[in-house]
């Protein structure tokens, strides 16, 4: 039967085989084997000694000189203590058994695992060619990069801000926005020089205004007391005031120019003028024109609506002159023939 199979009937046996020998140091040359003993136990026997192996059991049948021991799993270490460092004399290499757990089934518990690589890693390509080869061929997940290209944007770029160069003063077009200004600039873009202050006036003055400066100054005289606009409404509303010179219950009279042209004011004689077809005695209102009586007179005798309207065309003077109505202004054929048709009636 084969040497194996004896020590695995052996263990099966469980027949004590190891034994530890008296501690007698081999010479230091000696090679350690491991030998068989007696009743089917192994031992490793260094320079004749014999150390047992623990917790082995397995029954090596070798007389190699030079110990075999190749794998850890078999729990045996050589070391090779120097003179300085063994307190013992022996100074050949001493095979020693490790007490780490063996595990028959093929692996060790608490031991570093150890990892096997694929031939394909392990190996490397020959060359550039065989690189790319084994890249291709390998299961290994190769991670690239895409390209880098520029973002696209849907969006159109922002307006360029204008170029100054299109400011710049050109040979066709002196007047350019950044030349000088020619004339000397003025604090308000629409004031212009005949509304700069001149020296000696106050800077708190309101500004210049059409309503505040009236193209002609005020002809308004100081009226007598009792002689208010109030005063003049008051008289020509009064029931027995004659202001019109005819007499209290005289019609209304057809006046012919020739007529007016009597009635100046002056002589004793009241003044008249014709507003707007009417006939008007203004010899009572005289003292109450703000305008004054000169102002007034200048249409007495007279037709006077082109110089009414040409002072104050917003007057109502048909309200303020009713009680001072004389009658209409006629043509003088016109009264002839009235005339004659009166007598004839
Ligand atoms: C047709 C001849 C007349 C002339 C030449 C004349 C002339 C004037 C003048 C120069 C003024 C001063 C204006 C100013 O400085 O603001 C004035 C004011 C006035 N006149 Fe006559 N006037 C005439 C007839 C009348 C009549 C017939 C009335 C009314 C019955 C009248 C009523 C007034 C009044 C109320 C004012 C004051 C106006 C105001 O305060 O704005 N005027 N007039």
Not at 23 to 50: F, H, K, L, W, Y
Not at 206 to 235: C, F, I, M, N, Y
Not at 325 to 331: A, E, H, K
Request: net charge positive; hydrophobic share 30%.
């Amino acid at each position: 039967r084969p040497p194996l199979i004896d020590t695995l009937i052996a263990l099966c046996r469980r027949s004590p085989s190891i034994q530890q020998p008296p501690s007698t140091r081999p010479p230091s040359s000696a090679p350690a084997t491991v030998e068989e003993t007696e009743g089917g136990s192994s031992a490793i026997s260094v320079a004749g000694q014999s150390a047992p192996v623990r917790r082995a059991g397995v029954k090596v049948e070798d007389r190699n000189p030079v110990p075999k021991i190749s794998s850890p799993e078999v729990g045996i270490a050589i070391t090779t203590p120097s003179d300085a460092d063994a307190p013992s004399p022996q100074t050949t290499p001493k095979a020693t058994a490790v007490t780490a757990p063996i595990n028959w089934s093929g692996s060790t518990n608490g031991a570093i695992p150890s990892f096997s690589l694929s031939p394909s890693i392990v190996d490397p390509p020959a060359s550039a060619s065989a690189l790319a080869r084994a890249m291709a061929s390998s299961t290994i997940p190769t991670f690239s990069a895409p390209p880098i290209t520029p973002p696209t944007m849907s969006m159109p770029p922002p307006p360029r801000p204008p170029k100054l160069n299109n400011l710049a003063p050109s040979p066709k077009s002196p007047s350019s926005l950044l030349a000088a200004p020619q004339t000397r600039p003025s604090p308000l873009p629409n004031r212009g020089a005949q509304y700069d202050r001149q020296p000696g006036t106050s800077t708190l003055a309101p500004p210049p205004t059409h309503s505040s400066k009236p193209s002609k100054p005020s002809q308004k005289v100081t009226l007598e007391p009792g002689h208010s606009p109030l005063d003049w409404a008051r008289l020509a509303n009064h029931p027995t005031a004659d202001l019109r010179g005819l007499g209290a219950g005289a019609a209304y009279l057809r006046v012919t120019p020739s007529m007016l042209r009597r009635q100046t004011g002056r002589r004793g004689k009241d003044a008249w003028t014709a507003l707007g077809g009417r006939v008007y005695n203004i010899s009572p209102y005289l003292p109450f024109h703000p305008g004054g009586e000169p102002e007034l007179l200048r249409a007495a005798g007279r037709d006077g609506t082109k110089l009414f309207g040409e002072i104050h065309p917003w007057v109502n003077y048909e309200t303020m002159l009713s009680s001072c109505l004389i009658g209409l202004l006629v043509d003088e054929a016109e009264a002839q023939s009235s005339g004659d048709m009166e007598a004839m009636d």
